[in-house]
Nanobody, 119 residues
């Protein structure tokens, strides 16, 4: 199941970006959706996730600034990022736990989208 992520770019400190990730293919349902990020020289970390029922969870570092949401009809997940800071610079990856039409359940990763926060 391919995941296509987009929305990254260069933004000044204090600015905003909205990331988008959509799944395609033979999908029966999607459970957990999440955004992770990996900064240069650091391990990949969870930014936010959202369950199929809409419950959300955020890393302490982004709480109050980032909002995760999903559109089940579009098999999509969004990450609205406000008040961006240089420490938010990273490659952002989406993850979806997908049950296919053949009823196999697997976690799939998007290809990553680069967010650079710099003046």
């Amino acid at each position: 199941v391919p995941l296509q992520a987009s929305g990254g770019g260069l933004v000044q400190p204090g600015g905003s970006l909205r990331l988008f990730c959509a799944a395609s293919g033979s999908i029966f349902s999607i459970g957990r959706m999440a955004w992770y990020r990996q900064a240069p020289g650091k391990q990949r970390e969870l930014v936010a996730d959202i369950t199929s029922s809409g419950s959300t969870n955020y890393a302490d570092s982004v709480t109050g600034r980032f909002t995760i949401s999903r559109d089940n009809a579009k098999n999509a997940v969004y990450l609205q990022m406000n008040t961006l800071q240089p420490e938010d610079t990273a490659v952002y990856y989406c993850l979806m736990v997908v049950t296919t039409s053949s009823y196999t359940t697997t976690g799939y990763w998007g290809q990553g989208t680069l967010v650079t926060v710099s003046s």
